[in-house]
């Protein structure tokens, strides 16, 4: 089914150690960005990409890196986890003054 | 910058009554304002959305205005269902320069409800 795919669902993660959040979306958006859904706040935007080899950052950028070396994949690192990034994150791909499609998620804890 | 500010919940009624979820927003160019529906457990889906001044988004039994005036884009329903129980949130695509750049501003989400 054509959208966005994130993996995995879900993840435990000990302070300190590294990992990567995946994205793919088959329906040639040129945009990709991620966020993070915590209690009371919405989501909010973490890094974002305008196309395959732009990418720049949101609201809430730091411990997290992205890159877009394709227009299909756009995966979020963390490079050092800490349990202040215990969030659900959220991965979304869109078009030019089209509609946003989101993934179901990645239920992430830090320990 | 960009923000967008939704009423404050949760919100709790009962079968068939009637829905407002209020929403204001802040923007620097022309926005898309979308309001997008999270029930339990899953991600997000659009629910409805709209593109330019007085525009009307409608889905589901559901309808938004979008308001330059009063920049705002409330949500309402005339007779909500115990399935419309979820968390929606009110969002934002600026559109500075004309273009969009694959971003959204989000209200903090309101959590409705529904009781037979």
């Known amino acids: 089914n054509a959208g966005v795919t994130q993996t995995p669902k879900f993840q435990v993660l000990k302070t300190g150690q590294s990992m990567t959040l995946q994205c793919a979306q088959d329906?040639?958006?040129?945009?990709m960005s991620w966020y993070r859904q915590d209690p009371g706040m919405g989501l909010r935007l973490i890094h974002y990409?305008?196309?395959?080899?732009?990418?720049d950052q949101g609201e809430v950028p730091n411990g997290y890196n992205v890159s877009r070396s394709t227009t299909e994949d756009f995966p979020l690192r963390l490079l050092s986890a800490a349990p202040s990034q215990t969030s659900v994150y959220f991965c979304a791909s869109s078009t030019q003054g089209g509609g946003y499609t989101f993934g179901s998620g990645t239920r992430l804890t830090v320990v | 910058g960009n923000s967008v500010t939704q009423m404050e919940g949760p919100v709790t009624l009962s079968e068939e009554a009637f829905l407002t979820i209020n929403c204001t927003y802040t923007?620097?160019?022309?926005?898309?304002l979308f309001w997008y529906v999270q029930y339990p457990g899953e991600g997000l889906q659009l629910l409805l959305k709209a593109t330019k001044a007085d525009d009307k988004g409608s889905n589901k039994g559901f309808e938004a205005t979008y308001r330059k005036e009063t920049t705002s884009f409330h949500l309402e329903k005339g007779s909500v269902q115990v399935s419309d129980s979820a968390v929606y949130f009110c969002?934002?695509?600026?559109?500075?320069?004309?273009?969009?750049?694959?971003?959204?501003?989000f209200g903090q989400g309101t959590i409705l409800t529904v009781h037979p």
């Open positions: 969002a934002l695509s600026d559109r500075a320069g004309g273009t969009s750049y694959g971003k959204l501003t």
């Open positions: 329906m040639n958006h040129e945009y």
């Open positions: 990409s305008v196309g395959a080899g732009i990418t």
């Open positions: 923007a620097t160019g022309y926005p898309s």
